[in-house]
């Protein structure tokens, strides 16, 4: 239906070593939206990718939008104890906004 | 710019009690206004949403209702509140229109005991 599904739920890395989500849909989406929510926070919306392989960058962040326009992903270069917390892909549908279930980072230093 | 509020902070209210959960938005007109909750290290549920005074849509049937009686203010409600309706509840609001970004309230860390 109208799910994303987001992989992997956790992920553990050292400082400085590179960390990647995964957001998959079995239909085509018009855009994918992505989020960020630090450890007792709320989600803060990182970047929206509309177009067919669309790729955007913010700094060490890298986010992709698949040819088909069925997936994307976040990749985070050289992570950082700052770059803890989750990262949601989000999907719009009409007014409303569906998230994935979001892939929790944490950071060793 | 733009603003959104949400109070109180934190809450623990007796199973049984009723609910009344806030979230007002200042510097944008007719915004959609949504309602939230995510349990702890889970995932964000949509429970209601509004695209204009008096209009909510109801994603998730459960003893909780909202209202938004003014155009920035959005309200959750409950008449007896269950354990299962601990959680973080958070307000979001975006522009009018469709596909739009949301922006998130500070959130509501409701505990039922």
């Known amino acids: 239906g109208q799910q994303v599904m987001q992989i992997p739920q956790y992920q553990h890395v050292q400082e400085g070593e590179d960390f990647t989500t995964y957001c998959n849909s079995s239909?085509?989406?018009?855009?994918i939206q992505w989020y960020k929510q630090r450890p007792g926070g709320h989600p803060v919306f990182l970047i929206q990718l509309v177009k067919s392989g669309e790729v955007k960058k913010q700094k060490r962040l890298t986010f992709q939008f698949g040819e088909a326009k069925k997936n994307s992903s976040l990749h985070i270069t050289a992570t950082q104890t700052t770059d803890v917390g989750t990262y949601f892909c989000?999907?719009?549908?009409?007014?409303?906004?569906?998230f994935g279930a979001g892939t929790r980072l944490f950071v060793k230093a | 710019s733009q603003t959104i509020h949400q109070w109180p902070a934190t809450l623990v209210q007796p199973v049984g009690s009723p609910l009344s959960l806030e979230c007002t938005v200042e510097g944008t007109s007719n915004p959609n206004l949504y309602w939230y909750r995510q349990a702890a290290g889970r995932g964000l549920q949509l429970l209601f949403y509004?695209?204009?005074?008096?209009?909510i849509s109801s994603e998730v049937p459960q003893n909780l209702s909202a209202s938004r009686p003014q155009d920035r203010q959005f309200i959750l409600s409950s008449k007896k509140l269950l354990l299962s309706d601990s959680g973080f509840y958070l307000c979001?609001?975006?522009?009018?229109?469709?596909?739009?970004?949301?922006?998130f309230g500070p959130g509501t860390r409701l505990l039922v005991l």
């Open positions: 509004s695209v204009g005074i008096g209009q």
């Open positions: 979001a609001w975006s522009l009018s229109g469709r596909e739009e970004t949301q922006y």
């Open positions: 239909t085509t989406l018009s855009n």
């Open positions: 989000a999907r719009t549908g009409g007014f409303k906004t569906i």
